[in-house]
């Protein structure tokens, strides 16, 4: 009989109309190896049986088939993909080339969970009511960068019903400012952007003097706030990757060779 791994969910009150979660690395206690319990990104060099497993896993702990949770392969761009109704009707390997290199994905099949994966990096849920949509980016500090958060709204703002005011998102379990220090070539990339450095990044001390630290969530929250979702509809839930790297993945403390948080959400 095929092992299933149960998940263990950190779940986000977003709508009753749908659930949102982010996956901990434990399933059944404290975890040792850098896949741990539970993962399902299927691109970090992890095992295919426990890959397979942790899939198991969810879509049962979701009430869905294992054809009906979606992940795409991430590049750290901003495409955008949506799974429509013809998407799902298509063979399983046209499917998985839909989803490569595709950063944003989102749907309005009920049904059918969505969702990016992360190891420090901004995974942000997006519910919008006004057209009955879901939406799951992938936000590293390239995505951010690049805006790929404005790039779903892009596609969102197709529907000719989609109002702002609608929305919901929540800023998943991902690197803190008080981690996440870099490069002075970070730092103009980010202006570059637009972004006031000010507001965003501060001076920490390090071994070698001081060096910035970028606030992603921050970040993410105005690109969110410039899209016309309002603050109290903005949750983040504060939780540093790094700093609990015990309980959720952290490229920068495992090594990019281990597994990853899955963010998800669908419509019930």
Same mark, same amino acid.
């Given at each position: 009989?095929?092992?299933? *791994?149960?998940?263990?969910?950190?779940? %986000? =009150?977003?709508?009753?109309?749908?659930?949102?979660?982010?996956?901990?690395?434990?399933?059944?206690?404290?975890?040792?190896?850098? %896949?741990?319990?539970?993962?399902?990104?299927?691109?970090? !060099?992890?095992?295919? #049986?426990?890959?397979?497993?942790?899939?198991?896993?969810?879509?049962?702990?979701?009430?869905?088939?294992?054809? +009906?949770?979606?992940?795409?392969? =991430?590049?750290? !761009?901003? $495409?955008?993909?949506?799974?429509?109704?013809?998407?799902?009707?298509?063979? &399983? @390997?046209?499917?998985?080339?839909?989803?490569?290199?595709?950063?944003?994905?989102?749907?309005?099949?009920?049904?059918?969970?969505?969702?990016?994966?992360?190891? #420090?990096?901004?995974?942000?849920?997006?519910?919008?009511?006004?057209? =009955?949509?879901?939406? @799951? *980016?992938?936000?590293?500090?390239?995505?951010?960068?690049?805006?790929?958060?404005?790039?779903?709204?892009?596609?969102? +703002?197709?529907?000719?019903?989609?109002? $702002?005011?609608?929305?919901? &998102?929540? *800023?998943?379990?991902?690197?803190?400012?008080?981690?996440?220090?870099?490069?002075?070539?970070?730092?103009? &990339?980010? @202006?570059?952007?637009?972004?006031?450095?000010?507001?965003? $990044?501060? +001076?920490?001390?390090?071994?070698?003097?001081?060096?910035?630290? *970028?606030?992603?969530? &921050?970040?993410?929250?105005? =690109?969110?706030?410039?899209? !016309?979702?309002?603050?109290?509809?903005?949750?983040?839930?504060?939780?540093?990757? %790094? $700093?609990?790297? #015990?309980?959720?993945?952290?490229?920068?403390?495992?090594?990019? +060779?281990?597994?990853?948080?899955?963010?998800?959400?669908?419509?019930?």
């Amino acid at each position: 009989m095929s092992k299933t *791994i149960v998940p263990a969910l950190l779940e %986000y =009150q977003m709508s009753p109309a749908v659930r949102a979660f982010s996956t901990q690395r434990t399933a059944n206690g404290p975890a040792d190896g850098p %896949y741990a319990d539970f993962n399902i990104t299927h691109y970090c !060099g992890d095992e295919a #049986d426990h890959v397979a497993a942790s899939r198991r896993g969810l879509c049962q702990a979701l009430g869905i088939a294992d054809n +009906r949770l979606f992940l795409p392969h =991430q590049t750290h !761009g901003t $495409a955008v993909v949506e799974v429509s109704a013809e998407l799902l009707e298509l063979p &399983a @390997a046209e499917q998985q080339q839909r989803l490569y290199a595709k950063d944003c994905i989102l749907t309005r099949e009920r049904g059918v969970c969505i969702g990016v994966s992360t190891a #420090d990096c901004v995974p942000v849920l997006v519910y919008d009511a006004s057209t =009955q949509c879901v939406c @799951a *980016i992938h936000a590293g500090w390239r995505g951010v960068v690049g805006n790929a958060v404005g790039a779903a709204f892009r596609q969102l +703002r197709q529907h000719a019903d989609f109002d $702002a005011s609608q929305v919901r &998102a929540v *800023i998943g379990p991902s690197i803190s400012q008080a981690a996440f220090e870099v490069g002075d070539e970070v730092v103009d &990339a980010f @202006a570059q952007a637009g972004f006031s450095i000010a507001q965003i $990044a501060r +001076r920490m001390p390090a071994a070698d003097g001081k060096r910035y630290h *970028i606030d992603l969530w &921050a970040a993410v929250s105005q =690109q969110l706030l410039r899209e !016309g979702v309002s603050l109290d509809a903005i949750q983040v839930s504060g939780i540093c990757t %790094y $700093a609990e790297a #015990d309980t959720f993945f952290s490229a920068r403390r495992l090594g990019i +060779r281990s597994g990853r948080i899955f963010s998800g959400i669908l419509l019930v």
